[in-house]
């Protein structure tokens, strides 16, 4: 067998795993569902360097030997380097792919002062439920209003004012 043979079958290969690893994991990968409560943002090389890691450097080496030829120590040297570049693609996705977790980042209630919101609806005597933005995201709160007013429309804007005894207060 030559040494371009050998190359060929490498890129081929490794293509059909990749291709067979592809079409598992969009077609049956999570069939079953988890929940949990316990979250951990934990990254390491181990992703970097592990079977899906080495199938895509015999991808980028073998299909650069195929295209390029020769077996000139610069045409190792530049496949090693694709081989290489295909790896740290094949991190960086993954980083991406932790950064779309959402992680809940709880507030303290006083940091909501000064906060505006808008009104949703008019529970009557001076109480209000309104959206505001909240641990990363637009959540009902209810509040009170101090001057007692009774007359604040939905969507209306208004600023909470002040926090005690567990209950927020508009003016």
């Known amino acids: 067998m030559t040494s371009h043979e050998i190359f060929m079958l490498t890129a081929l290969v490794s293509t059909g795993i990749f291709l067979l690893q592809f079409v598992i994991s969009v077609f049956f990968g999570d069939l079953d569902m988890d929940v949990d409560g316990d979250a951990n943002v934990d990254f390491d090389l181990g992703s970097l360097f592990s079977f899906k890691g080495l ?3 015999l991808i980028g080496f ?3 030997r195929v295209l390029f030829g020769g077996d000139t120590w610069q045409t190792y040297a530049l496949a090693v380097l694709v081989g290489m570049v295909f790896m740290l693609v094949l991190f960086y996705s993954y980083v991406l792919a932790y950064r779309l977790q959402n992680l809940r980042k709880p507030e303290k209630p006083y940091s909501l ?3 505006a919101g808008r009104i949703y609806i008019n529970v009557g005597d001076g109480r209000y439920t ?3 933005k909240r641990d990363g995201a637009e959540r009902e709160l209810d509040v009170v ?3 007692g ?3 604040y429309k ?3 804007v208004v600023t909470i004012k002040t926090y005690r005894d567990n209950t927020y207060y508009i003016e």
């Open 62 to 64: 073998g299909w650069t």
């Open 130 to 132: 309104i959206f505001v």
């Open 149 to 151: 007013r009774t007359d």
């Open 154 to 156: 939905t969507d209306q």
């Open 145 to 147: 209003s101090e001057s």
């Open 55 to 57: 199938v895509h450097f």
């Open 113 to 115: 002062v000064g906060r």
